[in-house]
């Protein structure tokens, strides 16, 4: 885990400073290196809970990159199942369109019967009408 690499750094470099404090005890006296003890002590754990801040702080980003990685999912399946509606739709569309113009030929072709036919009676009617007065 994170923490416990930064706690071991932080571990060194207290006994680091702790020696070099120690080799100028000499020359400044006990009183000197308590403060500097101190100080140094006072600094590690500000920099731990530091750390201990941002661990915090990037566990929860990591949950939340979770969560906005799950959305961004649901929102592309969302989007590729509207997606294939459309071309559904589309297709239906097409296929719809092709069967009006086939009635709308069929349509004229039986007008076209239907003058045929019209005109083929109305011939009939003239012959009939021609015997029909002698």
């Known amino acids: ?10 571990a060194s470099l ?32 500000n ?26 999912r649901d929102a592309e399946a969302r989007a590729d199942d509207a997606e294939a509606r459309l071309l559904a739709a589309e297709e239906e569309k097409d296929a719809r369109a092709e069967e009006l113009v086939l009635a709308a030929a069929e349509a004229a072709a039986k007008r076209r019967q239907i003058r045929d036919l019209e005109l083929q009676i109305q011939a009939v009617n003239n012959m009939t009408s021609k015997f029909r007065w002698y």
């Open 14 to 45: 207290r006994g680091g400073a702790a020696a070099a404090a120690e080799d100028d005890a000499g020359e400044e006296g006990t009183a000197a290196l308590l403060r500097r003890r101190l100080l140094v002590g006072e600094v590690a754990a």
């Open 47 to 72: 920099l731990e809970e530091e750390v201990g801040a941002l661990e915090r702080a990037l566990a929860v980003a990591v949950a939340e990159r979770a969560a906005v990685e799950a959305r961004r």
């Open 1 to 10: 885990m994170p923490s416990s690499c930064f706690s071991s750094v932080l």
